[in-house]
T-cell receptor, first 115, second 112 residues
Framework: DAGITQSPRHKVTETGTPVTLRCHQT?????MYWYRQDPGHGLRLIHY???????DKGEVSDGYSVSRSKTEDFLLTLESATSSQTSVYFC??????????????FGSGTRLTVV | SQQGEEDPQALSIQEGENATMNCSYK?????LQWYRQNSGRGLVHLIL?????REKHSGRLRVTLDTSKKSSSLLITASRAADTASYFC????????????FGQGTRLTINP
């Protein structure tokens, strides 16, 4: 999707290893989000950021950490991957506050398999 | 827990017919949004309706919002095969930092 890229697109990793997913945006948007998508659960928020070095937990943050040292990059780290973290991970960006007309722009996703 | 619940979970109609999907939510909201997801792709923003709005149109899309019933509907008129996708509603319940909570989605199939 224009203005937001995720890497890698696919990854297979072993249980217990750390994994870092990267989200890069060229829109200079303030807000960035990490969601995971699983069958039967829809999209669930893991962590989000409202500025450089400003992050907060979402609904399913256990086992995940994030960092945002630059406006354009938001990293998601699985500290010690488990099979329950096998999922499709989506990054999203938003330029607006709740009172604005902005929707989210989503990346193409990272399919992570933990074996 | 999910804020939004879509109904039905799956819908299959003939091309040219209208498709209606419903979303219910639990808490007060600032706005409600609808997204489309094609298989294997990211979500695409379709339309946003604020809590003080009752109806909004965008091309073949019509969204209604009833805050007293905490529900919304998405109508796609004159459906096309390209409309085959999953549709999600998402609610924003906070002031300040936007933080959307998504429902589980409706899988729409348009049969030629």
């Amino acid at each position: 999707d224009a203005g937001i890229t995720q890497s890698p697109r696919h990854k297979v990793t072993e249980t217990g290893t750390p994994v870092t997913l990267r989200c890069h945006q060229t829109e200079n948007h303030r807000y960035m989000y990490w969601y995971r998508q699983d069958p039967g659960h829809g999209l669930r928020l893991i962590h989000y950021s409202y500025g450089v070095k400003d992050t907060d937990k979402g609904e399913v943050s256990d086992g995940y950490s994030v960092s945002r040292s630059k406006t354009e990059d938001f990293l998601l780290t699985l500290e010690s991957a488990t099979s329950s973290q096998t999922s499709v991970y989506f990054c999203a960006i938003s330029g607006g506050e709740a009172s604005s007309n902005y929707g989210y722009t989503f990346g193409s996703g990272t399919r992570l398999t933990v074996v | 827990s999910q804020q939004g619940e879509e109904d039905p979970q799956a819908l299959s109609i003939q091309e040219g017919e209208n498709a209606t999907m419903n979303c219910s939510y639990k808490t007060s909201i600032n706005n409600l949004q609808w997204y489309r997801q094609n298989s294997g792709r990211g979500l695409v923003h379709l339309i946003l309706i604020r809590s003080n709005e009752r109806e909004k149109h965008s091309g073949r899309l019509r969204v209604t919002l009833d805050t007293s019933k905490k529900s919304s509907s998405l109508l796609i008129t004159a459906s096309r095969a390209a409309d085959t996708a999953s549709y999600f509603c998402a609610t924003d319940a906070r002031q300040g930092a936007q933080k959307l909570v998504f429902g589980q989605g409706t899988r729409l199939t348009i049969n030629p």
